[in-house]
């Protein structure tokens, strides 16, 4: 005789209805986490289409067009407003000489005002890089490269001589629109509405931008591209805000007014006050002293420049200057380049071991605690000036640095002058005992235009 559940409980003693609720709890609780393990295992999480992303940057747009981008903010634009020649192409071939490159672009390619996408296009932009009156910073990079039109649709780049890192240089072609800019001058084009409000082909399309009475633009809106030829972008929305000082844009981002920003420092992350979080990228970037030997005589000395690279504690800088966001680099190739082994670091040295090793190649200390040496006639004094742009954990940075080589007996100057100054004056006339820099390698790892001695003169 079938019993109904009322029925079965009643005819439960005490213990066995415990008994009972107790397998019925733990039975349901198996049961969801089978469930939960089922789906987990059955399904996979992806990410859903729509929303607005918002950005703060303190850096302001000035060229988003990608033959004349220079400055991050602008380089950033570029690759949300314009497509690559490898998403533009369906299919891109090298001969067996690796002279030849042959360029085959999708059809039905539209730029944002509806003018179609042709082999045109690219090779107007190839040719306005080469041309010295445009001013382009990759001028360097497109030299000796013929673009020659095969159709609508197809083209080839013929190299003077087979080049290993060309594959990457094609990869960071960014297309402009020939229809656009074919009748403006170059020496004009950067007069011209559409480097703010650019003619698109990339993921996204300008969409509106705000703007102070002093020209500061303050809000810059995206929206999504629908004919993109590459993998359609999932945020609707992106929208970038700029502020004057990190203490702004610190507080924007505190008050939900962003979503994130890459223009905080790493000794800035203290003035967040929400929660975040953080995503470190290894870049081919890396920062060092880069010593000047035909400008100053004690830096001509080996002893000397070995000494003071190894007496310095690299892994305190990253500590104290990028509050431990950085690695520690010893030679002019980063870890961060691929399949290229790096040699051992060199043996650190104490502030003792530094100062026995310098007398041991002459470098003796005189009456006010600095080390000289006898050269010839003269005596020279171990002094130099090193040059620092005025930059938060550089200047930190040099101050330490001074510090360290100070108590050795070397006598240091810090020579502090705006970014902009140090590149087109100082560094160009090669203006400097010592300089505190950065090095932006590209992906690549070609190293020639910075190590080979053809390049040591400017251009």
Avoid: C
């Amino acid at each position: 005789m079938m019993l109904w559940p009322k029925q079965l409980l009643s005819s439960f003693s005490r213990p066995e209805r415990r008994v009972f609720y107790l397998s019925l709890v733990a039975g349901t609780i198996a049961l969801a986490g089978l469930t939960v393990i089922f789906v987990a295992q059955a399904t996979k999480t992806v990410p859903a289409r729509g929303g607005e992303y918002t950005e703060g940057s303190l850096e302001q747009p000035v060229y988003i067009n990608p033959v004349l981008a220079k400055s991050q903010a602008d380089k950033d634009l570029v690759r949300l407003l314009f497509a690559d020649i490898n998403t533009l192409a369906d299919k891109i071939e090298v001969d067996k000489t690796g002279r030849v490159w042959r360029i085959r672009l999708k059809e039905n390619l539209r730029w944002s005002d509806g003018e179609q996408i042709t082999s045109d296009d690219v090779i107007f932009t190839v040719e306005r890089l080469q041309d010295p009156e445009t001013g382009s910073p990759l001028f360097s990079k497109w030299q000796s490269v013929a673009a020659n039109r095969v159709s609508q649709l197809e083209l080839t780049l013929n190299l003077a001589a087979p080049y290993a890192f060309f594959g990457n240089t094609l990869h960071d072609l960014y297309v402009i629109p020939k229809h656009i800019f074919a009748d403006v001058p170059p020496a004009n084009w950067r007069l011209s509405d559409y480097n703010l409000k650019p003619i698109a082909s990339g993921p996204y399309v300008f969409a509106s931008s705000d703007r102070r009475g002093d020209g500061f633009i303050t809000i810059y809106s995206l929206v999504r591209n629908s004919d993109y030829a590459g993998s359609k972008p999932l945020i609707d929305k992106i929208t970038f805000r700029f502020f004057t000082s990190s203490d702004e844009l610190a507080r924007n981002f505190n008050n939900g007014q962003i979503d994130g920003t890459g223009d905080l420092a790493a000794d800035q992350l203290q003035k967040i006050q929400r929660p975040y979080g953080t995503a470190d990228l290894s870049l081919p970037d890396y920062y060092a002293f880069f010593f000047n030997r035909s400008q100053n005589l004690p830096l001509q000395d080996r002893a000397v420049r070995d000494t003071l690279s190894r007496v310095v504690d690299r892994d305190g800088l990253i500590r104290n200057a990028l509050a431990g966001h950085g690695v520690p680099v010893y030679g002019p190739i980063p870890p961060t380049i691929p399949g290229i082994t790096i040699a051992p670091a060199p043996q650190p040295l104490s502030i003792d071991d530094a100062g026995k090793a310098l007398d041991s190649a002459g470098w003796k200390l005189n009456d006010q605690g600095i080390r000289e040496k006898r050269v010839g006639k003269a005596t020279v004094q171990l002094s130099f000036n090193l040059l620092v742009p005025q930059i938060s954990f550089l200047e930190q940075t040099a101050d330490t640095l001074k510090s360290t080589w100070r108590s050795i007996g070397a006598e240091v100057n810090l020579d502090m002058i705006s970014p902009d100054e140090a590149i087109q004056a100082r560094i160009t006339n090669r203006d400097y005992d010592a300089i505190l820099f950065g090095m932006d390698l590209t992906a690549s790892g070609d190293l020639f235009s910075f190590w080979h001695s053809s390049e040591k003169y400017a251009p």
